[in-house]
């Protein structure tokens, strides 16, 4: 419980920072410095996403070798991925809330044409984010080495 | 009555009011309207009325791109031609088929849709289908029945109706018992011989593979011999060195198009339990509602505005369904109540959280673990895209002969760059839609700038715009009325009349212009 209780808290002060940063329209600020509990909350926030995270890992790897992510850190993919989504962090912030942001950016994304092609699959920008969140998450995985091209 | 050629005595000479060459299903077609006519036919076929292989290497041909459907395997060249094997689709060309349009050069017909409207109506009974209704709600499709992205407004379902009618079969008693129509089998035109100044043409040379020859007078001719030739013969008719017959401005056999098929990639679908009933699929289905079973296929194209809009050229997109094995999905859905997984590549494992992502994954379990229907896995696209009108993409005539000794074609088929630009733009359209609506992703098999196309990428057996119709006889060989341009009484046939086709097959189209040209022809004869 405690565990849950502190990621959710480290999740909306990512939130919190990206929503400012959203609603200011700058690029999101970095988050506090890398912890083993951030990463705990971002593999949290993961497991609220997808029903098997090694799956999204192992894509996340073939986005990687396909598209390098202009993010360096966990924590910058994580503010990218959350950046905009509209989250009141005092009201709400619940992981459920969070999925349906995240899947109405996607689609948004999808309507926009904000979409990358990986290996011919045509994926919205912000999954891809996810996809190689879950990489970092769950492996460190080498640098790509070679570009993807835009949807 | 029907005769063979075989049997006339060499130099025969025969007079008649309307000659056809060729009795494929424009043939045959103009020459039942004239089954009433106060006036003689001759209808001019180069086989029998059964397969003969000597006859269909008269098809023989150099094709510089492989990647063409074989000349000798695409054509049948006996009574009733192509539609001997044809797989009977039938569907209109729409109208966005027919207009001007920016950003697509050289694309147009001279007349609107409505306007053919009428023959189209006729060409139903000729084909033996259904009323000419092929809006999905016709077909018992309901629009609740066709799933995002499917229903608009990029991509829409629209239906074909399935011909069963073999031409040569289905009208040889018509053509047999009339009175003023002579069928001459094993009778191939040679050549068109015109006035001084190739304005007329006053007689046709007709050989048999036999040795037989003989001639046809007429007071109107019409080619109709096929898409590819209808252009032959302009090629080999006229002044000896000449440029041939329709030819002043280098038009005849360019143009030449055919409908483009490759694999378009696959769609991995959010819910493998989606419900797709509202997709016949190529196999189709069978609709009573009209009175009688008539087949029909429900397929995947663009919405009119979506082509208007975006500068698309028209496609048709079919799937196939891999299906994943039964106790595979319940396995799966087993480990995935349990928390574990397992890789297996990226469409498996995209397969296996698509569904988190659109929201629908818990529903495709519960189904999975309650048995509901067959899990698909993926949907293979088999896409057939029209060819844009290209003045490089040609036939010709080979300095080699067939055994009539006349040349014979070298077919030089070219696709341009903005085929493939815009093959791959539908293709990235249609994934951007399906992941806007929630139903899957698609992996394209048409991907990025530089992408090549997909190797089983082939030109089928549609042939067209080798005599394209044009107002303008330096932009076509045929007029509005399909008359050769700069010629009194030569008519031409058939798909090679088509300015621009669309991604429907052109059988009904070649039907409906035949009644129109059969039209125009009693009305000036008579």
């Known amino acids: ?48 996403l997808f ?13 990687l070798r396909a598209s390098p992510p202009q993010q360096s850190s966990l924590e910058d993919l994580a503010s990218s991925i959350l950046a905009g989504v509209p989250i009141e962090p005092k009201r709400s912030g619940s ?57 | 009555m029907i005769i063979d050629a075989r049997s006339l005595p060499g130099g025969t000479k025969i007079d008649t009011e309307v000659c056809i060459v060729g009795a494929g299903a424009a043939g045959i077609t103009l020459a039942r309207e004239f089954t009433s006519a106060r006036f003689r036919v001759v209808l001019l076929e180069s086989g029998g009325l059964e397969f003969e292989a000597e006859t269909q290497d008269l098809y023989e041909g150099r094709l510089l791109d492989t990647t063409l459907a074989a000349l000798t395997a695409s054509r049948l060249r006996f009574f009733g031609g192509t539609t001997n094997h044809w797989g009977g689709w ?57 799933v995002p992205p499917f229903r608009g407004p990029n991509f829409v379902c629209k239906v074909l109706q399935q011909s069963p009618t073999r031409f040569g079969s289905a009208y040889e008693a018509d053509l047999r018992q009339a009175g003023n129509v002579a069928v001459y089998l094993h009778a191939n035109a040679l050549t ?26 007429a007071r109107v001719y019409v080619i109709a011999a096929g898409g590819i030739e209808n252009a032959r013969l302009l090629l080999t008719s006229g002044k000896p060195n000449g440029p041939g017959l329709g030819n002043q401005h280098d038009c005849v056999g360019r143009f030449f198009m055919v409908n483009l098929n490759y694999s378009g990639g696959q769609i991995i679908p959010s819910d493998p339990y989606v419900n797709l009933d509202f997709f016949s699929g190529r196999a189709g289905s069978v609709y009573t509602g009209f009175g009688a079973r008539q087949g029909f296929v429900s397929f995947i194209g663009l919405s009119a505005e979506t082509m208007r809009d975006l500068q698309l050229p028209g496609a048709k997109i079919l799937w196939q369904y891999k299906f994943k094995p039964v106790a595979d999905a319940v396995s799966a859905a087993r480990r995935f109540a349990a928390g574990e997984s397992s890789s297996e590549g990226t469409l498996a494992d995209l397969a296996k959280i698509i569904g988190n992502l659109d929201g629908i994954s818990e ?19 088999d896409c057939s895209s029209e060819q844009l009108p290209n003045w490089e993409s040609r036939i010709f005539l080979d300095i080699e002969r067939d055994a009539l000794d006349i040349p014979k074609i070298v077919v030089d088929w070219r696709l341009t760059p903005d085929d493939k630009k815009k093959a791959a733009a539908t ?58 341009h700069g010629m009194t009484n030569l008519y031409v046939a058939g798909s090679s009349v088509f300015p621009t086709s669309g991604a429907s097959n052109p059988t009904l189209t070649i039907v409906a212009l035949a009644l129109r040209l059969a039209d125009h022809i009693k009305e000036r004869l008579m």
Not at chain 1, 51 to 63: E, F, N, P, Q, T
Not at chain 1, 119 to 144: C, F, M, Q
Not at chain 2, 363 to 381: C, N, W, Y
Request: hydrophobic share 40%; proline share 6%; glycine share 8%.
């Open chain 1, 1 to 48: 419980m405690k565990t849950d209780f502190l990621s959710r808290r480290t999740l909306f002060a990512t939130i919190a920072a990206s929503w400012v940063s959203w609603i200011a329209g700058n690029p999101a600020p970095s988050l506090p410095e890398p912890s083993p509990v951030s990463s705990v909350f971002l593999r949290e926030l993961l497991t609220e």
């Open chain 1, 51 to 63: 029903s098997d995270l090694r799956c999204a890992a192992a894509i996340g790897r073939v986005c």
């Open chain 1, 95 to 151: 992981l459920p809330q969070i999925r349906y942001s995240i899947r109405e950016r996607i689609r948004s994304n999808f309507t926009e044409g904000d979409t990358l092609s990986i290996d011919g699959w045509i994926l919205s920008v912000t999954e891809t984010r996810l996809y190689v969140l879950a990489a970092r998450l769950l492996d460190g995985v080498e640098e790509p080495d070679r570009p993807a091209t835009s949807g």
């Open chain 2, 90 to 146: 039938c569907l209109p060309y729409e109208a966005v088929d027919f207009e001007v349009r920016q950003g697509l050069p050289h694309r147009g017909w001279p007349f609107d849709k409505a306007y053919l409207d009428l023959w189209y109506r006729r060409a139903q009974e000729v084909c033996q289908i259904g009323p000419y209704e092929y809006g999905p709600v016709s077909w018992g499709i309901w629009p609740e029945q066709i």
């Open chain 2, 192 to 217: 068109f011989v015109t006035d001084e100044m190739d304005k007329q043409v006053n007689k046709l040379s007709v050989g048999s593979l036999s040795g037989n020859r003989f001639s046809i007078s």
């Open chain 2, 363 to 381: 529903l495709a379990v519960r189904k999975a673990l309650f048995h509901q229907g067959l899990p698909v896995e993926a949907l293979t696209l």
């Open chain 2, 427 to 484: 293709l990235r359209l249609l994934g951007r839609e399906i992941g806007r609506a929630g139903f899957g992703r698609l992996r394209s098999s048409l991907d990025g700038e530089d992408a090549r196309w997909p190797e089983d990428l082939y030109g089928d057996e549609h042939h067209m715009g080798t005599t394209r119709m044009h107002v303008d006889p330096r932009l076509g060989v045929v007029d509005a009325d399909c008359r050769v």
